[in-house]
């Protein structure tokens, strides 16, 4: 069992260009901005989601609000075979994310979190004696109080002997303090099994993958968007290149390659500490290829549309 723990929101994505003024009908205020729809997202609900439609055995273990948008996460989880017993409910709002996509498909996003139901996440007692992996990330790690909670998660996990994957995935305008957050997540390495991020979030960081490899963490994996991926271990390092695909957006495509990384380690029985560090070369680029490939679907198609084991199965290598 993996437990991914962590925010479920709602992203609200544009639908289709503004509409523009005609003869018949005049520009009004407002005119000029796109529709937004709502989507399903949050970056630990893409990576549960993910997880379950790869067929890995997931639990999703998160704060979530009573109201129609929280009901609609939850029923999308247990579609797919997300477990959700570990789901705390609260009668707070759902946390909004506003996404731009910019005409490269990379999206940004402006966040709405004040008063949220998944701000409140307290730690649980325990987790499932099935536990292999617990992977946490996001906005769950900066929004307090839960971030606090999150993160005695993570060193009471790592310190029971259960594997611990953390994606940071920096959203800069949520995080009050630049400096104090960079001295939090290297807090946070010796806890950590296996590193995942974005070069973006490298370079916020103000660190190198072997900086981090030799404060904890078993493997670094670096994302590199069309570039590949790139995993640094102490033995080593192996990259792949990315799948070549047409752009519609990147949504989830960094949550993706999360759930396909731990997806397939299980795949090789690396999903326990040691395991990581000590796959060799061969088994490390068939892990972040199945990565590579993941995430191309999902770069494939618009919003947060994880694939199918069934559409990997089928998609050219």
């Given amino acids: 069992m993996i437990v991914v723990a962590g925010e479920a929101l709602i992203d609200l994505v544009p639908a289709v260009p503004a509409v523009p003024a005609t003869q018949a009908a005049p520009a009004a205020p407002g005119d000029d901005l796109p529709a937004l729809l709502p989507a399903l997202g949050g970056g630990p609900f893409n990576t549960a989601l993910a997880l379950g439609r790869l067929g890995s055995p997931v ?4 704060r979530v609000s009573e109201d129609r948008f929280g009901g609609a996460l939850l029923r999308a989880l247990g579609a797919d075979g997300v477990d959700t017993s570990l789901v705390q409910r609260g009668a707070e709002p759902t946390t909004l994310a506003v996404a731009e996509v910019g005409e490269d498909g990379s999206a940004g996003y402006r966040f709405y979190a004040e008063g949220t139901a998944d701000r409140l996440f307290t730690l649980p007692e325990a987790l499932p004696e099935t536990t292999r992996a617990v992977s946490l990330g996001t906005c769950s790690l900066v929004l307090e109080p839960g971030a606090t909670a999150y993160e ?12 611990t994957a953390l994606d940071p995935n920096i959203r800069p305008g949520l995080i009050p303090d630049h400096d104090a957050y960079r001295e939090r997540f290297r807090s946070w390495l010796p806890s950590v099994g296996v590193l995942k991020l974005s070069a973006e979030d490298a370079a916020w ?12 963490p ?4 670096l994302t590199r968007g069309g570039e590949g991926l790139t995993v640094l271990t102490r033995d080593g390092e192996v990259s792949v290149e990315a799948e070549p695909v047409r752009v519609v957006d990147t949504i989830g495509a960094g949550d993706t390659v999360t759930a396909a990384l731990l997806h397939r380690l299980g795949e090789h029985g690396a999903l326990a500490p040691g395991a990581p560090g000590s796959l060799t070369p061969g088994a490390w680029r068939d892990v ?5 490939r993941a995430a191309a679907l999902t770069c494939s198609r618009a919003g947060a549309r994880p694939p199918y084991a069934a559409e990997l199965a089928a998609a050219p290598r």
Avoid: I, K, N
């Avoid at 639990?59 to 998160?62: N, P």
């Avoid at 960081?205 to 904890?216: I, M, Q, R, V």
């Fill in 59 to 62: 639990t999703f273990c998160s």
């Fill in 152 to 163: 005695a998660l993570l060193r009471r996990e790592a310190g029971r002997g259960v594997l």
């Fill in 205 to 216: 960081l103000g660190g190198t993958p072997s900086d981090w490899l030799a404060e904890g």
């Fill in 218 to 221: 078993e493997a670094v994996v």
């Fill in 288 to 292: 972040l290829a199945f990565a590579a």
